[in-house]
């Protein structure tokens, strides 16, 4: 099935534009007047304090909620035109929170995000399947792929989805807190399967993350959000500085570099603020 500007949807790299997006909650402004495009092959981190407006940044992103002014364009088309399915084949969105309402095995569930993808009765194809497998495998999941998913821990749900997102196989990827519940070795392993997977093809990915640390070392790019209308955007560890993070989170941050490592990490108690 073509996209809007007629060209098959699963060839071609995806852009994602903010403009002049203003977002609020309640009477709060989130983010004010902002305009931005995310290019394929950059990978996002979207940080921020707690109530920042991350994950209603993510959720209008993603066409599924409105802005308060603005709007959003995929490959230069408004994202409220859209088509859904054909929506679905250009960007896949992980939201922070996932409900299993039944019990399903993990592949079933992995192929529930092939759905934009079925055509005629709408069962899977082989392809389909393949798709799955290569998420389940991407994440280290392979041996859980019969488990029933209400069996799993809250750590192995979180890949489940992951998983799911990826097998959607749309060039632009939106997660929301891709990272909780996991431990640093899943953390790092799922980063770095997420850094491939943008390699592979041209694909954009933007994920919201607490660990700065961890964005600084795996993003391309970062958007900080100060929960006040102010944000900035630029290289990750140009934004992820200790002025700006300090400036963001209300709380003085220092830089920490030692054999050729950083880390951001919290200023000593009594330190200037």
Known sequence: MKSLSGIDAGTRPASLSALHLTLRAGERLLLEDFTH?????????????????????????????????????????????????????????????????????????????????????GWERPADRAAAQVALDTLGLAALASRDVLSLSGGERQRVALAAALCQDAPLLLLDEPLAFLDWHHQIDCLTALVQW?????????????????????????????????????????????????????????????????ALVPALPGASR
């Open 37 to 121: 495009t995310f290019y394929p092959g950059e990978i996002w981190c979207v940080a921020g304090p707690n109530g920042a407006g991350k994950t209603t940044l993510m959720t209008t992103l993603a066409g599924l909620a409105r802005p308060a002014g603005g709007h959003v364009e995929v490959d230069g088309e408004r994202i409220d035109a859209w088509p859904g399915a054909a929506l679905a084949r250009r960007r896949a969105l992980m939201p922070q929170h996932s409900h299993d309402a039944f019990g399903a095995s993990v592949l079933d569930i992995v192929l529930l995000n092939r759905f934009p993808h079925l055509t005629g009765w």
């Open 198 to 262: 943008t390699h592979a093809l041209p694909r954009t990915i933007v994920f919201s993350c607490h660990d700065l640390n961890l964005a600084r070392r795996f993003a391309t790019h970062a958007l900080l959000l100060e929960g006040n209308g102010v944000a900035h955007a630029g290289a990750a560890r140009d934004v992820l500085s200790p002025a700006l993070a300090s400036r963001a989170f209300g709380y003085p941050l220092v830089l920490i570099e030692q054999g050729g490592h950083e």
